[in-house]
């Protein structure tokens, strides 16, 4: 069974910061593909960054330069650093894994989602 557990959400002050960590687990063959997703109440779940199996990696525009995506390969982990966080950043993020099972094919799964507020 794979699972992800996702950890790091809280409420903080603009300007303020949090890392986020998504950790997968389970009887997997290999992670192809690892990316975060967040969703503000009734608006769609819109990508915010994602960061491939060898290293690259891929931002919303409203997040370029604040946002950081990166991966512990070894622990099977997934990071996203958030600086100077806004209100507009406040939403439910979720971990999103492409993961590829012992009969070799991929298939998608998603993390429990964490809450980011960010406050005026």
């Known amino acids: 069974q794979v699972q992800l557990v996702e950890s790091g959400g809280g409420s903080v002050q603009a300007g303020g910061s949090l890392r986020l960590s998504c950790a997968v687990s389970g009887s997997i063959f290999a992670i192809n593909d690892m990316g975060w997703y967040r969703q503000d109440s009734g608006n769609q779940r819109e990508l915010v960054a994602r960061?491939?199996?060898?290293?690259?990696?891929n931002y919303a525009d409203s997040v370029k330069g604040r946002f950081t995506i990166s991966k512990d390969t070894a622990k099977n982990t997934v990071y996203l650093q958030m600086n100077s966080l806004k209100p507009e950043d406040s939403a439910v993020y979720y971990c999103?894994?492409?993961?590829?099972?012992?009969?070799?094919?991929?298939?998608?799964?998603w993390g429990q989602g964490t809450q980011v507020t960010v406050s005026s």
């Open positions: 960061i491939t199996s060898i290293g690259s990696t």
């Open positions: 999103k894994s492409i993961v590829e099972l012992g009969n070799r094919r991929t298939y998608q799964y």
